[in-house]
């Protein structure tokens, strides 16, 4: 049986023109910067915050979010 590797998530720092839609969205892990971009508080994605993370990707508006699996 293979473990679940938890889900880290990425900010694309240039496409990002901050919007603020991932730091009201998940709070718990992004906030903003004195200039409105987010700063991720943590990269690991928690599995009980699993669904809010892809929303939150879901809603960037210009696809500066991600999240995606660690290598093995």
């Given at each position: 049986?293979?473990?679940?590797r938890?889900?880290?998530?990425?900010?694309d720092?240039?496409?990002?023109t901050?919007?603020?839609?991932?730091?009201?969205?998940?709070?718990?892990?992004?906030?903003?910067?004195?200039?409105?971009?987010?700063?991720?508080?943590?990269?690991?994605?928690?599995?009980?915050?699993?669904?809010?993370?892809?929303?939150?990707?879901?809603?960037?508006?210009?696809?500066?979010?991600r999240?995606?699996?660690?290598?093995?």
């Amino acid at each position: 049986m293979e473990m679940t590797r938890a889900r880290t998530l990425r900010i694309d720092r240039i496409a990002c023109t901050g919007h603020g839609l991932c730091a009201e969205l998940l709070p718990e892990l992004v906030h903003l910067d004195e200039w409105g971009y987010p700063v991720l508080a943590q990269a690991a994605v928690p599995a009980r915050l699993e669904s809010h993370a892809r929303r939150a990707v879901a809603a960037c508006p210009v696809l500066a979010l991600r999240t995606e699996r660690p290598p093995r």
